[in-house]
């Protein structure tokens, strides 16, 4: 079992700054990816970016390229979400996910993980 909290969400201006933490517990963080989603009001949970179990691979979403940036701390069983330049359109609940079946990234789709956290609401204003 695996068990993920999301923290740091919040209301911020467009052009702003958010770091986005999710802790994990229980089996084995270090082996399997980690990744963010995000759901806004009336549209499906949709990818945001992906990292590999030890770091070395990241992939994100055309949207959030060069804006946001995925990382995680085995040590602390931790993925954060760096989120700059944020705009009103990245306004949406974001959710951590892990993919404790595999070792290595296979996918972008909700169905690729097994564990998610309860999400965090970010809310950027215009």
């Known amino acids: 079992q695996v068990q993920l909290v999301e923290s740091g969400g919040g209301l911020v201006q467009a052009g702003g700054s958010l770091r986005l933490s999710c802790a994990a517990s229980?089996?084995?963080?270090?082996?399997?990816?980690m990744a963010w989603f995000r759901q806004a009001p009336g549209k499906e949970r949709e990818f945001v970016a992906v990292i590999s179990w030890n770091g070395g691979t990241t992939y994100y979403a055309d949207s959030v390229k060069g804006r946001f940036t995925i990382s995680r701390d085995n040590a602390k069983k931790s993925v954060y979400l760096q989120m700059n330049s944020l705009k009103p359109e990245d306004t949406a609940n974001y959710y951590c996910?892990?993919?404790?079946?595999?070792?290595?990234?296979?996918?972008?789709?909700?169905?690729?993980?097994?564990?998610w956290g309860q999400g965090t609401q970010v809310t950027v204003s215009s």
């Open positions: 229980g089996r084995a963080f270090s082996t399997y990816p």
């Open positions: 996910a892990a993919d404790s079946r595999s070792s290595v990234v296979r996918g972008t789709k909700v169905g690729d993980y097994n564990y």
